[in-house]
């Protein structure tokens, strides 16, 4: 999509999770964050505007195996984002 950034939408094809996240701290106010560097390579293809990173999370979320957990940091009055590996559910 040449040209999209200009128009505010970013586009990622086969890149890295980590990478994905190092861009898109970029973008956003708060914090993003992985906890397990096992999800960190994971391979990522998508297009999003800047000014929607946390529909980007809630996407990814339902198309890796990851959880994006939001905390609300008062403070500075900003959500983060903690993303780790969905867990099997056990009995």
């Known amino acids: 999509m040449p040209g999209a950034w200009r128009q505010g939408r970013l586009v990622y094809a086969s890149v890295r999770?980590?990478?994905l996240v190092a861009d898109a701290n970029r973008y956003y106010k708060g914090k993003i964050v992985i906890n397990d560097s096992a999800i960190a390579d994971l391979s990522v293809s998508i297009s999003f505007r800047a000014d929607q990173i946390e529909e980007m999370l809630e996407s990814l979320s339902v198309t890796l195996p990851i959880k994006v957990v939001?905390?609300?940091d008062r403070e500075n009055n900003i959500v983060n984002f903690i993303i780790s590996p969905k867990?099997?559910?056990t009995i």
Request: proline share 0%.
């Open 87 to 89: 867990r099997a559910n």
């Open 70 to 72: 939001s905390q609300m």
């Open 17 to 19: 999770l980590v990478d």
